[in-house]
């Protein structure tokens, strides 16, 4: 089974702009998480998504934004970045996300730089 | 008070030594819980996932959850230089959001 894929794998923006990151889950994965890495930070947890629905929010500001298509691949959108945004984002697809006992599976992350 | 606590390290250890990491977490309706490594730059990679108390036990690696003290630890048998990287513990209490402590950065020395 192929694992969570995310793209780009890099990105370099300026500030002002405005990304998005793709992510396509496990196959059979309905419910998939956002997160923002950093150094010094540990996994700061941005969104989930399943069903097309957003379940559960982070504390960050609106800027941060994402959705979830009806095949469950899911995009993060950041608008007028900041120097602050470059981070590793980070997407993680599990099976419900209804169960205590799923287990989440990361992608390779997307490195964005913020210039 | 943070849902999950690790300490940060930095742990050393010689090679073919035993490494202890330890974890603990504040919600008792927590479920599972599990073990990631993380290199340098890349994503989390999971290790181990426990749900019942006791030991689960996968090669070098064995899990040790204890749900009435709240810690979850991992014990990396005859550790190499390969395991140097930092270990994030998590845990999911309902399957919408797990919850990750800030890591564990263990360098094994040869």
């Known amino acids: 089974k192929a694992g969570v894929t995310q793209t780009p794998r890099y990105l370099i923006k300026t500030r002002g702009q405005q990304v998005t990151l793709s992510c396509s889950p496990i196959s059979g994965h309905r419910s998939v998480s956002w997160y923002q890495q950093t150094p010094g930070q540990g996994l700061q947890f941005l969104f989930e998504y399943f069903s097309e629905t957003q379940r559960n929010k982070g504390n960050f500001p609106g800027r941060f934004s994402g959705r979830q298509f009806s095949n469950s691949r899911s995009e993060m959108n950041v608008s007028t970045l900041e120097l602050g945004d470059s981070a590793l984002y980070l997407c993680a697809s599990s099976t419900s996300g209804t169960s205590g006992t799923d287990t989440q599976y990361f992608g390779p992350g997307t490195r964005l730089t913020v210039l | 008070q943070k849902e999950v606590e690790q300490n940060s390290g930095p742990l050393s250890v010689p090679e073919g030594a035993i490494a202890s990491l330890n974890c603990t977490y504040s919600?008792?309706?927590?479920?599972?819980f599990f073990w990631y490594r993380q290199y340098s730059g890349k994503s989390p990679e999971l290790i181990m996932f426990i749900y019942s108390n006791g030991d689960k036990e996968d090669g070098r690696f064995t899990a040790q959850l204890n749900k009435a003290s709240q810690y979850v630890s991992l014990l990396i048998r005859d550790s190499q230089p390969s395991d140097s990287a930092t270990y994030l513990c998590?845990?999911?209490?309902?399957?919408?959001?797990?919850?990750f402590g800030t890591g564990t950065s263990l360098t094994v020395i040869p």
């Open positions: 919600d008792r309706g927590s479920q599972s």
């Open positions: 998590a845990v999911n209490r309902d399957g919408n959001q797990f919850y």
